[in-house]
């Protein structure tokens, strides 16, 4: 029987506004998950398959949800979607894309490496705020997540 843990969110965002605008979002609705902040894309990889600062992370407990921004800096947002969908450990690890563009090159492509769904941000900070409500609590309430990792072996009787 594995145990309980709390529901991270995972929030990648190199805009200092977005990034507070999105942390009151989701605290002004009693979303009380731990939240991780990465601040560019090479951290985020870090966090997700505990290296760097994060080394001794357990990867197999991944974020409930991770929000993820497309114009990152050091690595951008499609190559760190690419490296979670081609490793076997994070691959089923919910990827919302939260980024302010509109472009029709940039949704298809974060459809066909993989996002779970993509949002645009919008640009008045009240619907940017209720877009990151909705998120929260679609993502944390009503989805079913996979199994861990963990949790998916002990099925598998390994």
């Known amino acids: ?7 991270t969110i995972l929030l990648v ?7 507070v605008l999105a942390l009151r979002a989701l605290r002004k609705r009693n979303i009380s998950n731990p939240i991780v ?5 090479a951290e985020a990889l870090e966090y997700v398959f505990g290296t760097g600062k994060y080394a ?12 993820l921004d497309l114009k ?13 969908r081609a490793d076997e450990r994070t ?12 472009q029709e090159t940039d949704i298809g492509r974060s459809y066909e ?13 009240e619907l940017f705020i209720e877009a990151i409500r909705q998120l929260g609590l679609y993502w944390l309430l009503l989805n079913e997540p996979p199994p861990s990792r963990d949790e998916s072996r002990e099925g598998l009787g390994l």
């Open 72 to 84: 990152l800096p050091k690595v951008d947002g499609l190559t760190v979607l690419k490296r979670i």
């Open 113 to 125: 490496v993989g996002a779970n769904s993509y949002v645009r941000k919008p640009v008045r900070s």
């Open 13 to 19: 965002e190199d805009n200092a506004d977005d990034e």
């Open 91 to 102: 691959r089923m690890m919910p990827v919302v894309i939260l980024t302010s563009s509109d």
């Open 37 to 41: 902040v990465c601040r560019d894309g």
């Open 56 to 67: 001794g992370r357990n990867v197999a407990e991944f974020p409930a949800v991770t929000l």
């Open 1 to 7: 029987m594995a145990e309980f843990r709390e529901k």
